[in-house]
């Protein structure tokens, strides 16, 4: 058995870089709803988006682990 060290490098690469995506988008949107009141619509606006970012990027990332889905 041997291991493929260029694709576990791609494989780790890769996970760090979509865990960080994914952290920043919801630190963003959270950071975008906490804009003292009245609230500007863009901030509102720009805050939900990068939670439905973060959200789809997770159900993405879900879609890919369970074979299941794969049909």
Known sequence: ???????????????????????????????LTSTPEPRPRAATVGAYVCFGLAGLAVLYGIYLIIPAFHG
Request: hydrophobic fraction near 70%.
């Open 1 to 31: 058995m041997t291991i493929d060290w260029l694709d576990l490098l791609i494989v780790a690469a890769t996970s760090l870089v979509a865990a960080a995506v994914v952290v920043t988008l919801f630190s963003l949107g959270v950071r």
